[in-house]
């Protein structure tokens, strides 16, 4: 009986797992194939632009500094969104960063909203590179100060693209240890992961400054996550009471955080009123 028992388990753990390989970038990247509600337009100023990699077009909007610099060129913000989230719904989300004097571009991932392609680690690092690139060699951007801002799972597409461009700053939210880390909490072998966006990995061997936050109440992402990566970069670290999807709970006030990180780092210049 006990021999029956044990061979049932593991075909049912078999079993648990094939599903989870099979399905696994459909969790991973669940915004595959969607829309965003009401399809809006880019906002006025903006800059639609493309990138082409293999098997992916790519969209992205660059929200310009307001007003923009009067000489000279000003720094950058290349942002990562969450898995369950499109740059539609964002672009009315970065003013203050642009009143501070910061352009901001917002990436789309492969197969998101009207971007084509299927979404890998491997060519969502792609786009960002070409993103980074794009940003740098423009007149009006400064190509030593760009920042690479993630949310979630946009951490792994920052962390990523920290390992192939230089960036002046990391700004990471709510995000997480790697995929494998992640999976190892339902009882999967890290082996069975596809995308392992090991931030953990990147964190350690990037040698500019490094901002945290995370919620403590995360049961998406637990707040371990947070607490280790901060330690592995000595990042500054903020925590606050929330979960997931409501952290942090002040947007505006996060943003200012950032702002005033990014000045004592010298990437950014306080603007003259």
């Not at 992205?60 to 307001?66: E, I």
């Not at 999967?188 to 392992?196: F, I, Q, T």
């Not at 002040?250 to 010298?266: A, K, M, P, S, T």
Request: hydrophobic fraction near 45%; proline fraction near 7%.
């Amino acid at each position: 009986m006990l021999v029956w028992i044990l061979a049932i388990a593991l075909l049912a753990y078999g079993a648990w797992l094939a599903l989870l390989y099979s399905q696994q970038r459909a969790m991973l990247f669940p915004g595959t194939g969607m829309y965003p509600t009401g399809r809006p337009e880019p906002p006025s100023g903006s800059e639609t632009v493309w990138f082409d990699v293999v098997d992916v077009r790519a969209e992205a909007w660059l929200l310009p500094a307001t007003p923009p610099p009067e000489t000279g060129a000003a720094p950058a913000i290349i942002f990562a969104h969450g898995n369950g989230e499109f740059i539609d719904e964002l672009a009315e989300q970065f003013g203050s960063l642009r009143e501070a004097g910061l352009h901001v571009l917002l990436v789309e991932y492969p197969g998101y909203g009207r971007s084509t392609g299927t979404p890998t680690q491997a060519n969502l690092t792609a786009v960002f590179i070409d993103a980074y690139d794009w940003l740098a060699a423009r007149s009006d951007v400064s190509a030593g100060r760009i920042v690479g801002m993630g949310r979630s799972l946009g951490g792994g597409a920052i962390a990523a693209l920290s390992h192939r461009r230089q960036l002046a700053a990391i700004v990471l939210q709510s995000t997480f240890i790697s995929v494998p880390a992640m999976a190892r909490s339902y009882a999967v072998p890290g082996w069975l992961v596809r995308d392992h966006f090991d931030n953990e990995t990147a964190l350690r061997v990037y040698e500019g400054p490094v901002l945290l936050a995370h919620g403590r109440q995360d049961r998406m992402i637990p707040f371990r996550h947070g607490r280790r990566l901060a330690e592995t970069a000595d990042a500054e670290f903020l925590a606050w009471d929330c979960e997931h999807n409501d952290c942090p709970p002040d947007w505006e006030g996060y943003l200012n955080l950032v702002i005033e990180f990014l000045r004592e780092q010298e990437v950014l210049e306080e603007r003259r009123r």
